[in-house]
């Protein structure tokens, strides 16, 4: 699919976008520890969380919808069974990674791979703390999928995680659920913290500390009634359109805003965008807040250190942001970005340099020089990934003559009604 994008002269209105999805393939991932029912509201039904919801019920679970609620019925951790299939994850490193520490404990062996985008992303990170835990991999050049697990008996440990990630810290707070003895987990930067705020509403035995997580096994966790927020990266996308294109004004409804997430708003903020938090609240053990956006004029800035695993995901929105932005800006310490669905750095940089951003890639991030930036439609390519093709969108609305996006579907991932909104605040 090919979306075509048009400058437009403003933004504006409400809208709600996508429940989170960090969010939404926990609640299906942690109901299977749980036997029961539980029941999720407002699932984001995207190509990710499917590809979570088609692995667990391979796994023994019934997952279906009534009315508008997910409803996950589970056998609990020990009724999952071996599946009789390779479980496909999709494009999600999420569902991957999370499942290969839910399976770590169980005692049978099952095979995890996904497209050829997550077929390329390290598994190394995942599998040699869960070996050291107990357990067995197979995977291709000892790192990428397809990955054979071999669960069995754990062993907890304490790990210190070479780069913050909460894909990892979660599989291994899953792993350390079924071990014997303590499993800590520390990091440098903090992580979000989703599956520990989760699993302790569960009622799970989970110590948090800065920089650090304990768990400590034994507690029988109970179903629950979930609520997803909109999903803050989703919003991102809003949050640097209505800042960059003039004239407008949207108000994001019901958006999460995490303290573990929300480095997007502290960023813009500091680069000059007028965003304004409002009915802040919190929604089942998650606090959220309506955002109201306006356009306003934005300065450089430089991103660094502790809060890069905060706005990881926004960083490519936050390119646009600093190519609209008077002066240089710089991003450093998010080598990550190479190993997501894309090698985002690259990604960013070579569509953004094809529409007249003065962009350049370093190995840890990149330079935007917004004052010799000027937008300039282009033919760009998302490469599959989504936050690129949404990225791409926000900066085809403020760029002189039509950007035409190749692979625009990849939307579908994480923000299916992507397209529509856009629509919807630029009439």
């Known amino acids: 699919m090919q979306a075509v994008i048009n400058k437009v002269p403003y933004l504006k209105g409400e809208t709600e976008v996508a429940p989170d999805k960090s969010i939404s393939h926990r609640t299906v991932i942690l109901s299977a520890l749980a036997k029961g029912r539980s029941r999720v509201k407002n699932f984001l039904e995207a190509e990710d969380t ?43 490193g999420t569902t991957m990674r999370m499942l290969a520490g839910l399976l770590a404990g169980r005692p049978f062996m099952t095979v995890l791979s996904g497209d050829s985008s997550l077929n390329r992303r390290p598994m190394q990170r995942i599998i040699s703390p869960l070996s050291m835990m107990g357990a067995k991999f197979m995977a291709r050049s000892s790192n990428y999928p397809p990955l054979a697990v071999q669960g069995g008996q754990l062993q907890g440990i304490e790990y210190h995680m070479p780069v913050s990630s909460a894909q990892v810290k979660s599989a291994l707070l899953l792993a350390g659920l079924q071990a014997e003895g303590v499993t800590t987990v520390y990091e440098d930067q903090s992580s979000r913290d989703h599956t520990e705020r989760m699993l302790t509403a569960m009622g799970a035995q989970v110590e948090m500390q800065p920089g650090q997580v304990r768990v400590i096994p034994g507690a029988i966790l109970s179903p629950q009634d979930w609520e997803v927020p909109g999903d803050i990266s989703s919003a991102a996308f809003l949050l640097v359109a209505a800042t960059i294109v003039p004239n407008s004004e949207v108000l994001i409804k019901s958006v999460g805003v995490n303290p573990t997430r929300d480095g997007i708003l502290e960023v813009l903020k500091q680069m000059g965008a007028r965003i304004t938090v409002q009915n802040a609240r919190t929604v089942a053990g998650e606090p959220v807040a309506d955002l109201l956006v306006q356009s306003a004029p934005l300065k450089a800035m430089e991103i660094q250190g502790t809060i890069i695993p905060r706005l990881i995901d926004e960083l490519p929105v936050i390119a646009v942001a600093m190519a609209a932005a008077e002066g240089v800006s710089v991003v450093r310490d998010a080598a990550e970005l190479r190993v997501k669905e894309t090698d985002r750095i690259a990604a960013v940089c070579s569509q953004l340099d094809r529409m007249g951003v003065a962009i350049e890639a370093t190995p840890d991030g990149f330079v935007v020089d917004g004052s010799k930036s000027h937008l300039q439609g282009a033919a760009v390519d998302s490469f599959g990934d989504h936050r690129i093709a949404m990225s791409l969108a926000v900066a085809g609305l403020i760029a002189d003559q039509t950007t035409y996006i190749n692979n625009a579907e990849a939307v579908n991932i994480s923000y299916p009604g992507f397209w529509d909104t856009i629509l919807s605040l630029s009439r």
């Open 50 to 92: 499917l590809s979570s919801c088609s692995c667990l019920q391979a796994l023994g679970l019934t997952i279906q919808k009534q009315d508008i609620d997910l409803v996950i019925d589970s056998p609990g951790i020990n009724g999952l069974q071996e599946p009789d299939r390779v479980l496909d994850c999709g494009n999600s």
